[in-house]
T-cell receptor, first 111, second 111 residues
Framework: EPEVTQTPSHQVTQMGQEVILRCVPISNHLYFYWYRQILGQKVEFLVSFYNNEISEKSEIFDDQFSVERPDGSNFTLKIRSTKLEDSAMYFC?????????FGQGTRLTVV | RKEVEQDPGPFNVPEGATVAFNCTYSNSASQSFFWYRQDCRKEPKLLMSVYSSGNEDGRFTAQLNRASQYISLLIRDSKLSDSATYLCVVTLSGGYNKLIFGAGTRLAVHP
């Protein structure tokens, strides 16, 4: 069964450092997303990506965040200068038509 | 008002019990509806889509009432393995399939 894969599974970084979270969406999907979940809180939408551009982004997705699809398979989320409050689980998802499938997530810890 | 509201629970039920979860959504333009399941510190996994006519998948039955903006999930004959957080999720029309999550209802099934 095709699946969304994310690397790394866990990343620890110092405040102010840049991090890149990587995702390989399901190959025939057209929509790609990043969500985050702070421990104990709900899953929050960050950004959607379609046709090689951002289609929608939330208030959380400020100038510190960027996404890229550098080749035909990878989809990355970059946080330029991490803050303590960026510590969360980051989920990549992809969808073909409607329902979305999630990767196993990257746990980002900012210290 | 929250976009998607759920009773946080927890619901503590014995094996074999029937349990029902409710969810309301605020935006009448919501287009698609889902129940996802999330195990502790894992990714959300699609449990089932929810259709206006109601739909069933084994022990799980989902109902949608568009007039009341209300979604439900019924689990019959609960198993220990059903213990998880159940997430009510909607998308908006024209929203590039962005998923809007409720905070989830926690279910604990005990022997």
């Amino acid at each position: 069964e095709p699946e969304v894969t994310q690397t790394p599974s866990h990343q620890v970084t110092q405040m102010g450092q840049e991090v890149i979270l990587r995702c390989v969406p399901i190959s025939n999907h057209l929509y790609f997303y990043w969500y985050r979940q702070i421990l104990g809180q709900k899953v929050e939408f960050l950004v959607s990506f379609y046709n090689n551009e951002i289609s929608e982004k939330s208030e959380i997705f400020d100038d510190q965040f960027s996404v890229e699809r550098p080749d035909g398979s990878n989809f990355t989320l970059k946080i330029r200068s991490t803050k303590l409050e960026d510590s969360a689980m980051y989920f990549c998802a992809s969808s073909g038509t409607v329902s979305a499938f999630f990767g196993q997530g990257t746990r980002l810890t900012v210290v | 008002r929250k976009e998607v509201e759920q009773d946080p629970g927890p619901f503590n039920v014995p094996e074999g019990a029937t349990v029902a979860f409710n969810c309301t959504y605020s935006n009448s333009a919501s287009q698609s509806f889902f129940w996802y399941r999330q195990d502790c510190r894992k990714e959300p996994k699609l449990l089932m889509s929810v259709y206006s006519s109601g739909n069933e998948d084994g022990r799980f039955t989902a109902q949608l009432n568009r007039a009341s903006q209300y979604i439900s999930l019924l689990i019959r004959d609960s198993k220990l393995s059903d213990s998880a957080t159940y997430l009510c999720v909607v998308t908006l029309s024209g929203g590039y399939n962005k998923l809007i999550f409720g905070a989830g209802t926690r279910l604990a099934v005990h022997p």
